[in-house]
C-alpha cells in the first residue's frame, strides 16, 4: 500500500503532466487580462502583488489569539461541542482547553492528515485510506475498512446519523453510517443527474454539513462548492475563477472550508493564501485574514469556528492555531 506522501506525489504528478500546458495557457491569459485592467501603462504586465491587495477593504476581522502547537507537523484542526480545540499531526493529536493549553494527548502511531468531532466528543480520524474512531479519553473505539489503495481521506464531514468522507484519492465522497457501514459514493460525473463530477488536482478536498443537514463539497478544480442531499443529489453551486477577492485562485481552490451556524461559509485558498466569508448565496461578504497574513507558499489552511463564532485558522508553516474574531462596529 501506498503512503499518502507516495500517493500525494502520485496525484500531484499526474496534474503535472495532464494540465501544466492548459493551465498555463489559461491562467496565465486570465492573469494578464486582469492584470491589464489594473495598469493601463503596461497591459501584459502580471504582477501578484496586485491581487494581494485585492479586498483589503473587507478585512472586518481581527486575529485575537495565537496557539502554538508542539508537534512535528500540524495537518487537521475541528472544534468540538464544549469548544475544546483538536489539532492533528505526525503521530498523536492534541486536545486543547479554550485557553490553548492541552488537556490530553492521543498517540495514534502515525500521521492524522483530517478530523472531525461529533455531540459526544468521539473523534473520526481520517488515516491516509482508512478512518478510526476513538472516544474523548483516548481509547481507540473502531478500525474502519480501508477504501483501497488509491485512497487520500482529506476531509471528514458529520452529520447525526452519517459520516462523510472526502477521498482525494478516488475523487468521490463517502458515505457511512456511524457505525462503519459504507453506503453510498456521493458526486460521480452523472450527465443525467447534472452531476460534474469532481476535478481534484491536488489533494485538497473538503466537506462539510451545513445547519439545515445538508452536505457540501468543495470542486476545487472548478472553483466551486457543490451542495448534496444526504442520498447524493446535486441540489445548487456556486463559485467561479478569479484572483479577484470574490473569486477562488489557482489550479484548485477552495483548499478548505468550514459553515458557520447562520449557513454562510468561510473558505481558506493557496497559492495566494487568503481567508475569506461568503453569505449563503455565494456573495462575499469578509476578509478574515490576508496573504500578507501568511508566509510566502502557505497551504493547508484548515479551518474550524466555535460557539462564539470566532474562525479558527490551522496554519502549518507557523504549526499554530490562529484565531480570529469579528471587529466589532
Known sequence: MFSFKKK?????????????????????YQAISESSKRNQENPFEYNVENFKKSGADLIHYSEVKHIQIDLQNVYGISVGPDDNIYVSGENSVLILNRDGSIQSTISTGGPVHTLSVDENRDLYLGRDDHVEVYDRKGAKKAHWESLGEDAIITSIALSKKNVFIADA????????DKSGNRLKRIGEKNEAKDIPGFVIPSPFFDVAID?????????????????YTEEGGLRSSWGEYSMEI??????????????LEDGSFVTSEKGIARVKVYNRL?????VVAGPDQFAEG??????????????????????AVRIFAKNKK
Open 8 to 28: 500525494k506525489d502520485r496525484l500531484v504528478t499526474w496534474v503535472i503532466i495532464t494540465v501544466s500546458v492548459a493551465g498555463i495557457l489559461y491562467f496565465g
Open 298 to 319: 502557505t497551504r493547508g489552511l484548515d479551518l474550524a469556528r466555535d460557539s462564539s463564532r470566532r474562525i479558527y485558522v490551522l496554519d502549518p508553516p507557523k504549526k
Open 169 to 176: 484519492g478516488n475523487h468521490i465522497v463517502w458515505k457511512f
Open 211 to 227: 445547519p439545515d443537514g445538508f452536505l457540501w463539497v468543495a470542486n476545487p478544480g472548478r472553483h466551486s462548492l457543490e451542495n
Open 282 to 286: 455565494g456573495n462575499v461578504v469578509s
Open 246 to 259: 470574490e473569486g477562488f485562485c489557482g489550479c484548485c481552490n477552495p483548499s478548505h472550508f468550514v459553515i
